[in-house]
Every structure is written in structure tokens, then in C-alpha cells.
């Protein structure tokens, strides 16, 4: 009998996908009834085989049968919620989220159509430098920021160097912030834009925010954006 299960490699419960498992399971089982009763047909009748080992064998391969069909409910439960969580992030299109990142968005709309951007310090510093990077990694803007302790608001109209505006896409932002003594001061950015669609991969669910795929769990705030003749504005 132990030839039978060294012969044979169960399939194990853990990971993967629980139908090729299943299917594994079947193949493997039906090889082991035809090991099984080959055996029996050519056993010594002076030292039969040994009835608890089979039976050992049996449940063993119950239990596994057992483990993976629970696995294919909990993979089914997981699809279910993953399409639930995907279903109500749609809600979001059209809102504003705020998350965690230093970048800022420029629309086809130019210095018109940005996302906003903010930064912090973790205290008051005696110089702030800010750079904005695009695609390529060039600086296309630098920018004299805030020096007090706590959130400030990215200041920048959309231009270059020269004066000239951006072409649409997203732009990294670099903020450096040092002490009298120049030593580092911590900062931390968020950005603010609007969710034009929804995705998921793998399970998990992302916001295109203009061209870029937010992980659902990054976003820290939700609002409605507001509405046109408002006298809301932003830099």
C-alpha cells in the first residue's frame, strides 16, 4: 500500500485554482483504484493487505476532495465580493477621490483641466523646493514652496519653464524640504482628481484617474465635485 501512495501525488489545497485541482484529484484517484485493485488482484493470500492502511488511504483522499470543494466555494465567495466591491466603485465615476501621491494630472483641457495636488511638512522648514517631472523624467517647472508645518496646496498654473502650458499627462512632483541646519524634514503628498472609469485585476479593484489605475484601498476621501457656477475654486 505504501507504493500506491508514494506512487501518487495528491494534490495539495492550498493556492491555485480549485477546478484543476479537482480535476487532478479525479485523475489521480481514478490511478490509484486501478493500482488499488491490481494489487488486491495479485496480493500473497499469506499476508493480505492491511484493511486499516486502505482504509487510511480512502479518507485521505476524502479529505482532500473535501478541502478543494471548499476552496471553490471560497473562490467563489471572493468573485462575488470582488464584484460587489467593483459594482459600487462605479458610483465613483465622476467624483473626486483624494488619496495618498505626489503627481498631478493635466487634462486635455491644459492648465484648465489639472488635478490638485498637496503637500505636507512635518515642520516648519527654512526652505522648500518642489520640481514636477514629466513622463521622461525631465524637470519641466521648478517651484519655491511653503515652509510651515502642515498641508499647503501645490501652487502651479500648468507651465513650463518658459511659460508655455504642459501637454495633457501626468506629471510627478518632487517635494524637498530642509531645516536651518539642512537637515531633511519629512513630507507627504496627496492628490485630488476626478474618476473617469473602473477596473479590476486579480481581484482587486482600481480608479483611472486619468490615465493612471488607483488601487480602491488607496483612496482616503470621496466628494462630489462641485457643481459649474460654483464659487468654489482651486489653484
Do not use: C
Not at 467593483?86 to 498631478?104: H, L, N, P, R, S
Not at 496646496?153 to 518632487?174: M, S, T
Request: aromatic share 6%; net charge negative; hydrophobic share 35%.
Amino acid at each position: 500500500m505504501n507504493e500506491i501512495s508514494n506512487a501518487l501525488g495528491v494534490p495539495g489545497t492550498g493556492g491555485g485554482d480549485a477546478a484543476a485541482s479537482k480535476d487532478s484529484l479525479g485523475e489521480t484517484f481514478d490511478d490509484f483504484l486501478t493500482l488499488l485493485t491490481t494489487q488486491l488482484q495479485y496480493q500473497d493470500p499469506l499476508s493480505p493487505m492491511d484493511s486499516t492502511q486502505f482504509t487510511e488511504q480512502l479518507v485521505h483522499f476524502t479529505n482532500v476532495e473535501q478541502g478543494i470543494a471548499q476552496n471553490e466555494k471560497l473562490e467563489e465567495l471572493l468573485a462575488q465580493n470582488s464584484f460587489n466591491t467593483t459594482a459600487q466603485a462605479v458610483g465613483f465615476i465622476g467624483k473626486e477621490v483624494e488619496m495618498f501621491g505626489e503627481f498631478v494630472v493635466v487634462g486635455d483641457g491644459g492648465p484648465d483641466d489639472m488635478s490638485v495636488m498637496s503637500y505636507g511638512l512635518a515642520r516648519d522648514a527654512s526652505e522648500t523646493t518642489i520640481k514636477i517631472f514629466d513622463d521622461s523624467g525631465e524637470v519641466v517647472r521648478e517651484l519655491i514652496g511653503k515652509t510651515a508645518a502642515g498641508a499647503h496646496e501645490l501652487n502651479w498654473d500648468g507651465r513650463d519653464e518658459n511659460g508655455i502650458a504642459v501637454p495633457p499627462g501626468i506629471y510627478a512632483i518632487e517635494v524637498e524640504a530642509v531645516g536651518s541646519n539642512d537637515e531633511p524634514i519629512g513630507t507627504a503628498g496627496r492628490t485630488e482628481a476626478v474618476v473617469q472609469a473602473v477596473s479590476t485585476n486579480n481581484g482587486r479593484t482600481f480608479l483611472d484617474i486619468g490615465g493612471i489605475d488607483i488601487p480602491l484601498e488607496d483612496v482616503i476621501a470621496i466628494r462630489q465635485q462641485p457643481e459649474e457656477g460654483s464659487t468654489e475654486t482651486a489653484n
